[in-house]
């Protein structure tokens, strides 16, 4: 059971927009900064944004993040089959003293 | 170009000991930089099992604290993680990654991890 709940998985078609949602409480993602990561099972994760907002270079536009109190949404607009992967939110928990991962969301492109 | 390649015995016997290396390159151990380890479980999401700073300072995941231990080779640039008495359940991908900070901290570059299975 993961600290941070994320839908197990989204889809949409290509070119479409789809959002993911990581809900957490006080102890983490209210309080402290969001993280979200793309991931191919076997290979490296890949840093999308840090700091709940932030991409680092390299990572297009198409990929945005907000937070709103305990909750933050991660969105993919011009959806490609590229774009298929698990995506993990992760965010430090105060009460834990411990970095926490959410559950994973599973994306498919249709 | 900062690279992370973990390494270690693929298997691992039940009570016995995981012990993985994490060769850094293009970057130092010793830098203003915590490191840390994150492994999968499989068909399971990713798990923060600890992290460590250039002083040697450590933070472990309170539900493995017990069992595991992290350490810095400074000589060889490598990064350190120790887990005794293991089980199945310790069976995943190991993935070694360094942590920035923004606020809170971030992983921003991973090795290609790699898959230990505890197992007789």
């Known amino acids: 059971q993961s600290v941070l709940t994320q839908p197990p998985s989204v889809s949409a078609a290509p070119g479409q927009r789809v959002t993911i949602s990581c809900s957490g409480s006080d102890s983490n993602v209210k309080y402290n900064s969001v993280s979200w990561y793309q991931h191919l099972p076997g290979t490296a994760p890949k840093l999308l944004i840090f700091?709940?907002?932030k991409r680092p270079s390299g990572i297009p536009d198409r990929f945005s993040a907000s937070k709103s109190g305990p909750t933050a949404t991660l969105g993919i607009t011009g959806l490609q089959t590229g774009d298929e992967a698990d995506y993990y939110c992760a965010t430090w928990d105060s009460s834990l003293s411990a970095a926490v991962f959410g559950g994973g969301t599973k994306l498919t492109v249709l | 170009q900062v690279q992370l390649q973990e390494s270690g015995p693929g298997l691992v016997k039940p009570s016995g000991t995981l012990s993985l290396t994490c060769i850094v390159s293009g970057d130092s151990v010793s830098s203003n930089n915590w490191w840390t380890w994150v492994r999968q479980p499989p068909g399971k999401g990713l798990e923060w099992i600890g992290e460590i700073f250039h002083s040697g300072t450590t933070n472990y995941n309170p539900s493995l604290k017990t069992r595991v231990t992290m350490s810095l080779d400074k000589s060889k640039n490598e990064v350190s993680l120790q887990v005794n008495f293991v089980t199945a359940a310790d069976t995943a991908m190991y993935y070694c990654a360094r942590e920035m900070y923004s606020i809170s901290p971030y992983f921003d570059l991973w090795g290609q991890g790699t898959l230990v299975t505890v197992s007789s």
């Open positions: 700091g709940n907002n």
